[in-house]
């Protein structure tokens, strides 16, 4: 048996036992040294009764099938989600767009099964705490600046300094990059003062457009990149970048964004992009991105035993935080 995190109420969460995953064909068994927090909030808040909370994994191999690249012991990066390994999607490294993608995961676990294709080798100068921001923690955004092409000429733009936001600033930063930020929240603000964000604006002034492009000299940044999931911050990026500029979308909304074809996309000739993660074959830059930043450690506020994780859930709701960490043996 194995202890996992659940949602047993609304705003309550605690440890239950489970029976240790067994894995199939082509799937590795893991035990799991880290395990970062995202938006298992939302499930938090919403109180639904469900033990499959995490999709964020770093840990070691403890069975892999024979033949394969994976043996015990190898420490690995678990990625979110899964692909079957297979299509041209999974075998161009964007698994996550695989089409077979379950769309489940239950990373917050002292075990887990993850199919072969979604483990990448965690290099051995790289600690597991550090090697876990490579997921949703500097993965997401990482993806999407890649696809954005930012380089130390560039301004980006990012809406939204919650931690995947933060991580953008991370990545551009080692890009060389001018960044500005579009937050409300005081704590994430002094965060990212301490990644060295160029400017914050403030999302609740009906001025955020004109003092943007004040910024960069009339014309708006060159790119920016949504990580709110708002749609209002979607307009922002929209409006306030450059023409012939780029927008990349990261977080999630299912909510409606109102576009006009002809005056955003024709007459500005904007980008847009949807990023959900990076493609695998960038997973060595990535890692450049870890052991070479000094920004990673500051983005890390809080790790909490995974026996404290009603207040890791209490700490994730109150946005008082940066990127947290659990522990699953702690």
Same mark, same amino acid.
């Given at each position: $048996?194995?202890?996992?995190?659940?949602?047993?109420?609304?705003?309550?969460?605690?440890?239950?036992?489970?029976?240790?995953?067994?894995?199939?064909?082509?799937?590795?068994?893991?035990?799991?040294?880290?395990?970062?927090?995202?938006?298992?909030? @939302?499930?938090?808040?919403?109180?639904?009764?469900?033990?499959?909370?995490?999709?964020?994994?770093?840990?070691?191999?403890?069975?892999?099938?024979?033949?394969?690249?994976?043996?015990?012991?190898?420490?690995?990066?678990?990625?979110?989600?899964?692909?079957?390994?297979?299509?041209?999607?999974?075998?161009?490294?964007?698994?996550?767009?695989?089409?077979?993608?379950?769309?489940?995961?239950?990373? $917050?676990?002292?075990?887990?099964?993850?199919?072969?294709?979604?483990?990448?080798?965690?290099?051995?100068?790289?600690?597991?705490?550090?090697?876990?921001?490579?997921?949703?923690?500097?993965?997401?955004?990482?993806?999407?600046? #890649?696809?954005?092409?930012?380089?130390?000429?560039?301004?980006?733009?990012?809406?939204?300094?919650?931690?995947?936001?933060?991580?953008?600033?991370?990545?551009?930063?080692?890009?060389?990059?001018?960044?500005?930020?579009?937050?409300?929240?005081?704590?994430?603000?002094?965060?990212?003062? #301490?990644?060295?964000?160029?400017?914050?604006?403030?999302?609740?002034?009906?001025?955020?457009?004109?003092?943007?492009?004040? $910024?960069?000299?009339?014309?708006?940044?060159?790119?920016?990149?949504?990580?709110?999931?708002?749609?209002?911050?979607?307009?922002?990026?929209?409006?306030?970048? @450059? #023409?012939?500029?780029?927008?990349?979308?990261?977080?999630?909304?299912?909510?409606?964004?109102?576009? &006009? &074809?002809?005056?955003?996309?024709?007459? @500005?000739?904007?980008?847009?992009?949807?990023?959900?993660?990076?493609?695998?074959?960038?997973?060595?830059?990535?890692?450049?991105?870890?052991? #070479?930043?000094?920004?990673?450690?500051?983005?890390?506020?809080?790790?909490?035993? $995974?026996?404290?994780?009603?207040?890791?859930?209490?700490?994730?709701?109150?946005?008082?935080?940066?990127?947290?960490?659990?522990?699953?043996?702690?």
């Amino acid at each position: $048996m194995m202890k996992k995190a659940a949602i047993v109420g609304e705003r309550k969460a605690e440890l239950v036992e489970r029976p240790i995953p067994k894995p199939k064909a082509g799937e590795v068994l893991i035990k799991v040294h880290v395990a970062p927090m995202c938006t298992e909030y @939302k499930a938090f808040l919403e109180g639904k009764p469900h033990d499959c909370l995490g999709h964020e994994a770093v840990g070691e191999v403890i069975e892999a099938p024979p033949g394969g690249i994976f043996r015990p012991g190898d420490r690995v990066v678990a990625m979110p989600l899964s692909g079957c390994g297979e299509c041209e999607l999974c075998l161009a490294g964007d698994f996550i767009h695989c089409l077979n993608n379950p769309m489940q995961d239950s990373a $917050m676990a002292q075990y887990i099964v993850k199919p072969a294709v979604s483990l990448r080798k965690i290099p051995d100068d790289i600690a597991y705490e550090q090697a876990a921001l490579a997921c949703c923690g500097l993965g997401a955004s990482f993806g999407a600046i #890649r696809k954005l092409g930012v380089s130390a000429y560039d301004t980006l733009l990012v809406t939204g300094l919650g931690p995947v936001g933060l991580g953008a600033v991370i990545n551009a930063k080692f890009c060389g990059a001018r960044v500005i930020g579009v937050e409300s929240n005081p704590y994430r603000i002094e965060v990212a003062r #301490r990644l060295g964000i160029d400017a914050v604006i403030d999302p609740r002034d009906p001025e955020a457009a004109r003092q943007i492009k004040e $910024m960069t000299g009339g014309t708006g940044p060159d790119c920016a990149v949504d990580c709110s999931g708002v749609p209002a911050a979607h307009r922002l990026c929209i409006d306030a970048v @450059k #023409r012939k500029g780029k927008v990349a979308f990261v977080g999630e909304s299912h909510t409606e964004t109102p576009i &006009v &074809v002809s005056r955003d996309l024709i007459r @500005k000739g904007i980008h847009l992009i949807g990023s959900w993660h990076y493609n695998l074959n960038d997973y060595p830059k990535l890692m450049n991105v870890i052991r #070479r930043s000094p920004l990673t450690e500051p983005f890390v506020t809080h790790v909490f035993p $995974m026996s404290r994780i009603q207040e890791a859930l209490e700490t994730s709701v109150s946005q008082q935080c940066a990127k947290i960490m659990l522990k699953p043996w702690e």
